[in-house]
């Protein structure tokens, strides 16, 4: 069979340019190549080759090539910080929730992630930058991301020795059909990507009904009373970029009940987020407003927009909280300069460390 022979003569180049150009986040199909290619080995060894040491072979050449093609968004992530998960959330058809979550699973676990995370889409794409932008040393990362590639590769090759009687059968019938099935793969994984991208168009469209701009948040700082600012960043997010608009209060839209009980409903409720392109708090605001808040929006541009626009901003300290942590401080700053005031020069993001800590100002403040 003609793809028992490219297996034979080109198995191991094409596994290599599949993990690597997935690891890279081209769409690529990286788990069915591990899946074919594994069955096409148990194949060839029914009829006298040889089985475990190809299969071996194969899987170191993936494990190097899923590390190279990591290693580019790890130092990418470590040069470049925030600004390259920026880049990702920009490429992800999923961006709009892969960010945030792989944040909190960085938070949770820390480098060992990278051992499950090519199984999980998204994560990997996100974990690997993350673990460059938070320091984890290039030792430490080659380590468990090669583990994790291995991982991974053989539970793909596995399952082609497992089903390789079945595979047999679907590409007999593919190689029937010849040019038509791979028409219909095409046509198929082009009505999936489209799907996906109108999909998330359409909500996008739903949820930026109700937003508000830098400027007409800062018009209202200057009015009575003054809006109620959620800062929903997750905590590693501030440790890569420890700024934050003046007077907001860091919030987490998973405990979304212990907001809607303790704050005034009449508030105006003004929620940002970082990635231009995150929804997370335009479904706060709308899971708030069906809760009964009369107004509450997504701020657009998020904390982006804000320092583009040249709105000062204030800065954290090496325990993630603002720098007037008390009552009494926060008081006293607010009254010699309530709101920010448009400054020359926005303060570039910071790669400094925060902490895990929830700060802003204190819950005594709630309206």
């Known amino acids: ?48 080759g040889a089985f475990w040491a190809p299969l ?5 050449v993936a494990v190097a090539g899923g590390v190279l093609g990591d ?20 490429l992800s058809l999923s961006r709009d929730t892969c960010v945030k979550k792989t944040e909190r699973f ?29 320091g ?13 590639i291995a991982l991974w590769g053989a539970v793909g090759l596995i399952v082609g020795v497992i089903f390789a009687a079945q595979l047999e059968m679907v590409f007999a019938m593919i190689s029937l059909l010849g040019r038509q099935a791979v028409m219909v793969i095409a046509a198929l994984f082009a009505i ?19 937003r508000i701009s830098v400027d007409e948040l800062y018009a209202l700082m200057n009015d009575e009373p003054l809006p ?28 979304l009940a212990e907001i809607i009980e303790n704050y005034d409903k009449s508030r105006k409720v003004v929620i940002y987020c970082s990635c231009p392109n995150e929804v997370s708090a335009a479904w706060m605001a709308k899971t708030m407003r069906t809760a009964g808040f009369r107004d509450v929006v997504p701020l657009t541009g998020g904390l982006d927009a804000w320092r ?7 800065t954290l300290t090496e325990f993630g909280e603002l720098s007037a942590a008390t009552p009494e401080e926060v008081a006293e700053m607010a009254a010699m300069c309530p709101w920010p005031v448009k400054s020359a020069a926005a303060p570039a993001a910071s790669s400094g460390p925060a902490s895990l800590h929830e700060a802003g100002f204190p819950h005594g403040d709630r309206a």
């Open 56 to 60: 071996l072979g194969v899987l170191c």
């Open 1 to 48: 069979m003609l793809l028992h022979q490219l297996v034979d003569r080109f198995g191991p180049a094409i596994v290599f340019l599949n993990v690597m150009g997935a690891a890279l986040g081209l769409p690529v199909p990286a788990m069915p190549t591990m899946i074919v290619v594994g069955a096409s080995i148990a194949l060839m060894a029914v009829n006298g």
């Open 308 to 314: 583009l626009a040249g709105f000062d901003v204030a």
């Open 106 to 134: 960085f938070g949770r676990w820390g480098v060992r992630i990278l051992l499950v995370a090519k199984f999980i889409p998204g994560l990997s794409l996100v974990s690997v930058p993350l673990a460059g932008a938070m």
């Open 192 to 210: 999936y990507v489209a799907y996906r991208w109108w999909r998330r168009r359409a909500l996008m469209a739903t949820l930026e009904k109700a």
């Open 228 to 255: 109620v600012i959620f800062d929903i960043r997750s905590p590693e997010k501030r440790m890569l970029d420890p700024f934050t608009i003046p007077g907001s209060l860091f919030a987490d839209e998973r405990d």
């Open 136 to 148: 984890v040393r290039l030792r430490s990362f080659i380590a468990h991301d090669g583990a994790g």
């Open 71 to 90: 290693l580019v968004w790890f130092q990418g992530g470590r040069k470049y910080g925030d600004k390259t998960l920026k880049t990702i959330c920009k």
